[in-house]
């Protein structure tokens, strides 16, 4: 497809490309949806940590080793726009470093806080065009805290386009006469909070329930100790890594309802956004982000209060029993505000605007 004004740009995207997160999923699938419009698109990455062991082998990745490489990259590709997404010193001066002509954008993926007084994002204050926050609470936290006055905007990040990748079948409710069957996909870390779910779950299961904890993560031996010592190994199972692709949808459509509790710091999570598109509805804390993926057949909780958070699984299940929820809708939603193409439309808009005002 051509850009919707037939003017193409061309877009420098900074951002971390190794391993498996959301920021790698984003920056791959929104220069796939730029290019295919006719933009040109380069991503510049760091080098791989440690940890991933590997380089990324999405089309057009550039690697850089050091502040003058990335500058290099930078300058080279004469970008009309540079987006930085993530916290690092190096992207965000990469940026900068980008030219005159260049239009900076600064992409808030995590909450909005600022922990620290030294902190990379202080840059975006210093020559940056405009920020874009991933949820509507994320961009109101970050102006505030970094004192941003400039043009803003919220976009999400882009998920998995499962739907333009795979077959995801249409969904109808389920009976739950034999339990609700609870999913968990995610990190395990203190901040997810997965704990709850296990030490609560006899409170929203019911005799019938079960739960499936699906990633991994620093908390993975404690949570199967809590288990087993919960005498809960019947009805709660840690399941592992999850699979990717078909698999994955039908994983997601194999379960009732997904559970999220977070305390974290949040961007807004991709992974309820999958949810969606597989017409699987969800109870969420809503921390960060989260409320911005609203809809009429998953509860949030306001103000990302944990207390709220069993009270309305259970208002789920009564929903679920009394079939007053409609997953077809739920699937619309997804598509109607957070598909690949209306992200890449959303996205588009916004950079061609930036960099090519008419």
Request: net charge neutral; proline share 6%; glycine share 10%.
């Amino acid at each position: 497809m051509k850009p919707h004004n037939n003017s193409a740009m061309r877009v420098v995207l900074l951002g971390y490309m190794h391993g498996r997160g959301g920021i790698q999923t984003h920056t791959r699938f929104l220069a796939e949806g730029l290019r295919e419009r006719g933009h040109e698109v380069t991503i510049v990455s760091p080098a791989p940590m440690r940890s991933h062991g590997h380089e990324d082998t999405t089309e057009g990745v550039h690697i850089y080793n050091g502040l003058a490489d990335l500058v290099r990259i930078v300058r080279g590709a004469e970008p009309d726009v540079a987006v930085a997404t993530g916290t690092g010193w190096a992207s965000m001066l990469g940026v900068l470093a980008a030219g005159r002509s260049c239009k900076k954008v600064f992409f808030e993926v995590m909450s909005g806080a600022r922990p620290a007084a030294f902190d990379p994002r202080v840059l975006s204050r210093f020559g940056f065009d405009a920020i874009v926050g991933q949820g509507s609470p994320v961009t109101r936290r970050f102006m505030k805290e970094f004192s941003w006055r400039g043009p803003s905007e919220t976009i999400p990040a882009l998920p998995e386009p499962l739907e333009r990748q795979f077959t995801i079948p249409a969904r109808k409710l389920r009976s739950v006469k034999k339990g609700v069957r609870f999913a968990y996909f995610g990190r395990f870390g203190p901040a997810k909070n997965v704990r709850l779910l296990i030490e609560r779950f006899e409170d929203y299961a019911g005799s019938k329930g079960t739960l499936d904890i699906w990633g991994g993560g620093s908390d993975a031996d404690e949570l199967a100790k809590l288990i087993k010592d919960s005498g809960l190994a019947d009805r709660i199972t840690m399941k592992g890594r999850y699979p990717e692709g078909q698999a994955y949808i039908g994983l997601l459509q194999d379960y009732d309802l997904m559970l999220l509790p977070t305390v974290a710091e949040e961007g807004a999570p991709l992974v309820l956004l999958e949810a969606m598109a597989c017409g699987l509805p969800f109870v969420a804390n809503g921390m960060g982000g989260i409320p911005d993926y609203t809809n009429p057949d998953s509860i949030i909780t306001e103000n990302g209060d944990i207390t709220d958070f069993i009270p309305s699984v259970v208002k789920m299940v009564e929903r679920l029993e009394s079939a007053d929820v409609d997953l077809a809708r739920l699937q619309k939603h997804y598509a109607d505000h957070f598909s690949f193409v209306r992200l890449v439309d959303r996205w588009e808009a916004f950079l061609l605007t930036l960099a090519k005002p008419e």
